[in-house]
C-alpha cells in the first residue's frame, strides 16, 4: 500500500507534471498516473508487502503454534486462511495486506513472537485479519485516490479566474484534508478492527494485554504511526499514562484509549453472557 507521506509526494509529482504539460491535460495524465500506481500497488500487496519488509513465508513446518492459530481464526471468521511471513525484527509489530479474502497476507515481527503468550498472540492475529474481513485495504485505497483527486482539484483555479496565490491556498487546504481524511479513516479503522477482532476470538481482554505488555518508546511509537499510515495496520505503544485525545495527525489510536474501549467491550460480552445464564 502507498502511505499518506507517498501519497502527497505522488500528488506533488502529478503537480510538476501537469504544469509542464499543461493543464488541464497534464492535470488529467497526473490524476490517471496517480490511480494507476495505486491501483497496481493495491492489487499485489497481498505479495508486494511482506516482500518490501524482508519476511519470510513461513507452514506449520516451520511455525507450527502460529500457523494453527490462524487456521482455527480463519475458519471462525469463515475465510481462507491467509499467507503468513514473519520478518526478523526485535520491534514488536504486525500488518495485515492484501485485497480481498482470496489475497491476504499477515506479517508478525520476531519480537512480537516473543513478548507475547499464546493466547495475546491470537489477539493480535485476530485484530490482523479483522482488517482482511472488513477490506481494510481496500478503503485506504479508496480513500486515498480520493484524495489525491481532491488535492488535484485546485489546479483548475487559474481556469476559473481565481488566480495563482488563491489557487495555492487552495491546494494546501486540499492536500491538508486529504491527509486529515486518511488518517481519520486509519484511526476509525483500528478501532473497528478490534471489536471485530475481539468478538471473533471472544476474548477482547487477550488484545488489551498484548497492547499493555508490549512497550515501545513514545518518540519511537510517533515515528511508526506517521511513517507506515497504510502498511502498519497493526502498532503498539507504551503510552499508558491515561486517556487523552487521539492526535488528528496520526494514524493510530492512543494504545490507551484502545484499551479502554475493548475494556468496555469485555465488559458488554461479560454483562450479554451473564443475562444469558439469567433467561
Given at each position: 500500500m502507498i502511505s499518506a507521506t507517498s501519497a502527497i509526494m505522488l500528488v506533488l509529482l502529478a503537480l510538476v507534471v501537469g504544469y509542464a504539460i499543461g493543464a488541464p491535460l497534464g492535470v488529467i495524465i497526473g490524476l490517471v498516473s496517480t490511480a494507476a500506481t495505486k491501483l497496481f500497488s493495491f492489487w499485489n500487496?497481498?505479495?508486494?508487502?511482506?516482500?518490501?519488509?524482508?519476511?519470510?513465508?513461513?507452514?506449520?513446518?516451520?511455525?507450527?503454534?502460529?500457523?494453527?492459530?490462524?487456521?482455527?481464526l480463519s475458519q471462525r471468521a469463515a475465510i481462507p486462511t491467509p499467507r503468513l511471513y514473519v520478518i526478523d525484527s526485535p520491534r514488536a509489530n504486525a500488518t495485515a495486506a492484501g485485497r480481498d479474502h482470496r489475497h491476504a497476507s499477515i506479517c508478525v515481527t520476531t519480537g512480537?513472537?516473543?513478548?507475547?503468550?499464546?493466547?495475546?498472540?491470537?489477539?493480535?492475529?485476530?485484530?490482523?485479519?479483522?482488517?482482511?474481513?472488513?477490506?481494510?485495504?481496500?478503503?485506504?485505497?479508496?480513500?486515498?485516490?480520493?484524495?489525491?483527486?481532491?488535492?488535484?482539484?485546485?489546479?483548475?483555479?487559474?481556469?476559473?479566474?481565481?488566480?495563482i496565490g488563491l489557487s495555492l491556498l487552495l491546494l494546501f487546504i486540499a492536500l491538508l484534508v486529504a491527509v486529515l481524511g486518511q488518517l481519520a479513516i486509519g484511526r476509525a479503522g483500528e478501532y473497528a478492527a478490534d471489536e471485530c477482532g475481539a468478538r471473533l476470538i471472544g476474548r477482547p481482554d487477550a488484545l488489551a494485554a498484548a497492547l499493555r505488555l508490549v512497550s515501545t518508546d513514545d518518540a519511537d511509537f510517533d515515528a511508526v504511526a506517521n511513517?507506515?499510515?497504510?502498511?502498519?495496520?497493526?502498532?503498539?505503544?507504551?503510552?499508558?499514562?491515561?486517556?487523552?485525545?487521539?492526535?488528528?495527525?496520526?494514524?493510530?489510536?492512543?494504545?490507551?484509549?484502545?484499551?479502554?474501549?475493548?475494556?468496555?467491550?469485555?465488559r458488554e460480552m461479560g454483562s450479554a453472557v451473564d443475562e444469558f445464564r439469567k433467561s
Open positions: 500487496d497481498h505479495e508486494l508487502a511482506p516482500k518490501r519488509r524482508g519476511g519470510r513465508e513461513v507452514d506449520a513446518g516451520s511455525a507450527p503454534q502460529l500457523v494453527a492459530i490462524l487456521n482455527e512480537l513472537l516473543h513478548a507475547l503468550t499464546r493466547d495475546e498472540l491470537a489477539g493480535v492475529l485476530s485484530h490482523e485479519l479483522a482488517h482482511v474481513l472488513r477490506r481494510s485495504a481496500l478503503t485506504k485505497t479508496a480513500a486515498s485516490t480520493l484524495g489525491a483527486a481532491i488535492s488535484l482539484l485546485p489546479l483548475f483555479g487559474p481556469f476559473l479566474g481565481l488566480g511513517s507506515q499510515v497504510a502498511t502498519a495496520l497493526l502498532a503498539f505503544g507504551k503510552r499508558l499514562v491515561g486517556p487523552r485525545r487521539d492526535n488528528p495527525f496520526s494514524a493510530y489510536p492512543l494504545p490507551t484509549n484502545r484499551i479502554a474501549a475493548l475494556e468496555r467491550l469485555s
